[in-house]
């Protein structure tokens, strides 16, 4: 079965850190770059970060550049969001989605997504 699979979300206080995990399966991971969408209650879904295929190219939205970082690990089938510094603007349901077409391009999987709270 082609899944993902988040996990790693949580309550936190504003300025702790969290680190979301994606594991994938079914599929080749190291064929597919994997994003990051969030989308907050009452709001449209965002993009937040993406990484490529290889791991070479990384892309983060402003809102969050300096504060994430993501990762992957193409042996463990997983990826990875550091999120640092957080505030109550990052509360949100997180999802990790793989494209093959390369970052923001196409999404083929998605996956169920994971709840972050950030408390003030």
């Known amino acids: 079965e082609v899944q993902l699979v988040e996990s790693g979300g949580g309550l936190v206080q504003a300025g702790g850190s969290l680190r979301l995990s994606c594991a994938a399966s079914?599929?080749?991971?190291?064929?597919?770059?994997i994003s990051w969408f969030r989308q907050a209650p009452g709001k449209g879904r965002e993009g937040v970060s993406c990484?490529?295929?290889?791991?070479?190219?990384?892309y983060y939205a402003d809102s969050v550049k300096d504060r994430f970082t993501i990762s992957r690990d193409n042996n463990k089938n997983t990826a990875y969001l550091q999120m640092n510094s957080l505030s109550p603007e990052d509360t949100a349901v997180y999802y990790c989605?793989?494209?093959?077409?390369?970052?923001?391009?196409?999404?083929?999987?998605w996956g169920q997504g994971t709840l972050v709270t950030v408390s003030s």
């Open positions: 990484i490529s295929n290889s791991g070479g190219q990384l």
């Open positions: 079914g599929f080749t991971f190291d064929d597919y770059a």
């Open positions: 989605a793989a494209g093959q077409s390369g970052c923001y391009r196409s999404v083929e999987v």
